[in-house]
């Protein structure tokens, strides 16, 4: 089954600080990626995903991820940090030829820094 | 576009009352899932339809929780009874696909007591 491997708990950069937040994952076929962000109480709001093509994806807010397939990786990116990213980060994988099933993982808090 | 609508927001219950929680999709989305959230398990996947027709519901922790989706428009999750370790914050989404991205509602925030 399918699998998204976010390690670290919380992210902490200072404001105008590049921010990345990572994501391994693992499927059996060829993955759909998406990351989404969380503010308190608050649903998710879709911020990128990687379906297929060029591997760097440019998504809301400045955000881009980073396809590697040799490293099973999908990190996430910010060139220059906010106050107002400070939120939590979902990584997460469908498994096209799986059972299509949307993985997610566990969330990163991210704290950006004045 | 009103997004995925869900209610109520919030509900404090009693443990062994019956909860029911509702979610109207986005019009023209053919994809449904429930998802819940807590501190302990993170985002679980409950249940998901594709056309109002229940695809994978191996998430449904046990017969207590039951979900319907009688038209395109409208999805409840029932949980009866109730218990404490049942409250969390439930989430409905809808996709425009099968395989799209995920378009969340503000959630329900459950509290049994």
């Known amino acids: 089954a399918q699998s998204v491997a976010q390690p670290e708990d919380q992210v902490n950069v200072a404001e105008g600080n590049p921010l990345t937040v990572k994501c391994t994952y693992s499927v059996s076929g060829n993955p759909y990626l998406f990351w989404y962000v969380q503010y308190p109480n608050r649903g998710l709001q879709f911020l990128l995903k990687?379906?297929?093509?060029?591997?760097l994806v440019k998504g809301s807010y400045g955000f881009e991820a980073e396809f590697n397939k040799s490293q099973t990786s999908f990190h996430l990116k910010k060139p220059s940090a906010l106050v107002s990213d400070s939120a939590l980060y979902f990584c997460?994988?469908?498994?096209?030829?799986?059972?299509?099933?949307?993985?997610f993982g566990k969330g990163n808090q991210v704290v950006v820094i004045p | 576009d009103a997004g995925v609508i869900q209610s109520p927001r919030h509900e404090v219950t009693e443990m062994g009352q019956e909860v029911t929680l509702r979610c109207k999709p986005i019009?023209?989305?053919?994809?449904l899932f429930w998802y819940r959230q807590t501190m302990m398990r993170g985002l679980e996947l409950l249940i998901y339809f594709n056309n109002n027709v229940p695809i994978d519901d191996s998430g449904m922790p046990e017969d207590r929780f039951s979900a319907k989706m009688p038209n395109a428009s409208f999805s409840t999750l029932k949980i009866q009874p109730s218990e404490p370790r049942d409250s969390a914050v439930y989430f409905c989404a809808s996709s425009p696909t099968s395989t799209g991205e995920l378009f969340f509602g503000e959630g329900s925030r459950l509290t049994v007591l």
């Open positions: 019009s023209g989305h053919n994809s």
């Open positions: 990687y379906i297929t093509g060029d591997n």
């Open positions: 997460a994988v469908r498994d096209l030829y799986g059972n299509n099933r949307l993985a």
